[in-house]
């Protein structure tokens, strides 16, 4: 039962994931937020949890990132302001879910997995 329950909340999780943050684009976000992870898992050796969470956390980051270019076209200032605290939150959930460890390879690595440099 106990078994049951935790498939049927993580297939829930997964949906809504998938569902919730459905990029207008054609999938380019969701794909984008799939090989970002897979880098960072690469590197950090995430769990499977923590590979579905990171996902997550990546799609919704690039998703406000493509959000606030769009709202902020004409304002750089206002612009910079939006993306630093988007890239905030990120950074305080991701350390969230990473271990030690891992957060310090992410720190060491994260540079070259910027949102904005993965076109």
């Not at 997964?14 to 970002?36: I, N, W």
């Not at 905030?88 to 720190?107: C, F, G, H, T, V």
Request: aromatic letters at 8%.
């Amino acid at each position: 039962m106990k078994n049951g329950f935790i498939c049927l909340a993580f297939a829930l999780l997964l949906a809504a994931g998938t569902t919730h943050a459905a990029p207008a684009d054609g999938g380019k976000l969701s794909t984008r937020a799939t090989e970002l992870t897979r880098r960072m898992a690469e590197r950090t050796k995430l769990s499977e949890g923590q590979y579905v969470k990171v996902r997550q956390l990546n799609l919704r980051l690039l998703t406000e990132m493509a959000e606030a270019r769009k709202q902020f076209a004409s304002d750089a200032a206002g612009l910079d302001k939006t993306l630093a605290d988007v890239q905030m939150r990120y950074e305080w959930d991701l350390a969230s879910i990473l271990w030690p460890k891992q957060l310090a390879a992410y720190d060491d690595i994260k540079q070259n997995f910027t949102a904005a440099s993965i076109r």
